[in-house]
């Protein structure tokens, strides 16, 4: 047996999972710095991502901390403040994007959905509409329009009621992850209580595939890839309309207590937040989906 265990190969222990907590406030110290330098603030971003904060989740990305430095580099040399994006300014890109480095280290593996056909195709993934029907859902979500139309009813409301509704264009697929649905239930419930007078939680993005995502960035959006949108992990859910119901900060309160228990990661996007489910909660809301909202 001693001659058997000298011929085996040394094992290496598994890398201790980062600390996100004090990465997400390594990222805030390092935008608190780079709003009072000159220049560039990617430029800047990029040659401190060596903090060891940021290092210990940055070395761990698909590609490592070179290819994260060159990607920031790349996609702030085409980010414009004055498209329709989600970053106001590049300070706020440069926070986006690193944040969004989360999601790509627990999903950088989950195949994507390359085209619309694999998203309507996926056995992965359930539709929202007959759950809706059944009144299973807590939360609200408007279809995108697909015809001439839909898209002139849909104007018609937005000027016979400008603020009944988030201005949102809608989405375009209705198709989650079932762990996903169940999210989002269980955070419009939660928001329910903590803000009972405000409207229905409401979700303004769900599933891409990367062709749509390569769209919207053909579109002037800092729709970044890889997305967690892309594999069906995220959605983005609105924010700056419940302001006017003073349910805003309530909102934000629930989605920053999920990620304070490593359920999801949140990134405030303005308008609206974007939300991606973590590993560890995806088996438990599968059950819960199975359990109380499957049809």
Known sequence: MRAVALLMPPTTPPSPPPD???YRRAVADLLDDLRHRPGSPARAAADQL???RLAAVLDQVPGGLDWVRQELSDEAATFRPD???SASDHHTFVRIFLLSQIDTLWWADAPEFLTDDDVARSDELVDLEPLRRAGRLLFEYR???ETWAGRARHAVRRRVA????PHTAGVRFTRVRPELAALINEVAAAFAVVAPDAPRLWVTSMTRSVDHQQHLRTLGYSALLPSAHCNG???DVEMAWFGRFGAAGALATVLLELQQRGLVNVIDEGQAWHVCLSPGARTPLRAEFERTMEV
């Open 233 to 235: 992990y995220a959605v």
């Open 143 to 145: 279809r995108q329009p």
């Open 83 to 85: 498209s329709p994006s």
């Open 162 to 165: 400008p603020h009944g509704s």
């Open 20 to 22: 996100l907590d004090a």
């Open 50 to 52: 060596d903090e060891p």
